[in-house]
């Protein structure tokens, strides 16, 4: 079973629309929790940090469900700029790697 | 955010020769580098961790003998693909990390053996 796992999809969404991405993960041991956006043929950004009480930044919330080891992203009002490939990331202990999703691509068109 | 270049940001080259590429954090000390690999349609995958001035620690089904890895220094760390083959070809990223404990991506390399 893969670390962290993510729904590849494409989802192909209509400009203004909404958008939910899931993730689950393995590790119960983990700690920290990341959405990081990838654009074609370029390094991950940061994107937010994930916590349990939930957390929103402008267009986009994310939650995180210790319980079940689940993480979501929304994505409100889609912008053509926000096609790209979201990636799921968890981490354990300080001093440990990000490890990845294999990432949801979106694709916003108009 | 730290910035950290990577270079160089692709490379083209035959197969059995070496490619070096060559990370370095700009603005903060990196303690602690992690290099990945990504192959299209794949997630990132940690190759290595390496501590400033330490042996690497490789994940299970990287070769350290042909993934060598230096960081001699705390801004820079180099990842030597020893006798490519196509099946190395991918996009090669590092990431550093200092006493805050975020990581800091690289832009990343793109390596094509032919």
Known sequence: RKEVEQDPGPFNVPEGATVAFNCTYSNSASQSFFWYRQDCRKEPKLLMSVYSSGNEDGRFTAQLNRASQYISLLIRDSKLSDSATYLCVVKGQAGTALIFGKGTTLSVSS | GAVV??????????????????????????????????????????????????????????????????????????????????????????SGSGSYNEQFFGPGTRLTVL
């Open chain 2, 5 to 94: 270049s990577q270079h160089p940001s692709w490379v083209i080259c035959k197969s059995g020769t070496s490619v070096k590429i060559e990370c370095r954090s700009l603005d903060f000390q990196a303690t602690t580098m992690f290099w990945y690999r990504q192959f299209p349609k794949q997630s990132l995958m940690l190759m290595a961790t390496s501590n400033e001035g330490s042996k690497a620690t490789y994940e299970q089904g990287v070769e350290k003998d042909k993934f060598l890895i230096n960081h001699a220094s705390l801004t820079l760390s180099t990842l030597t693909v020893t006798s490519a083959h196509p099946e190395d070809s991918s996009f090669y990223i590092c």
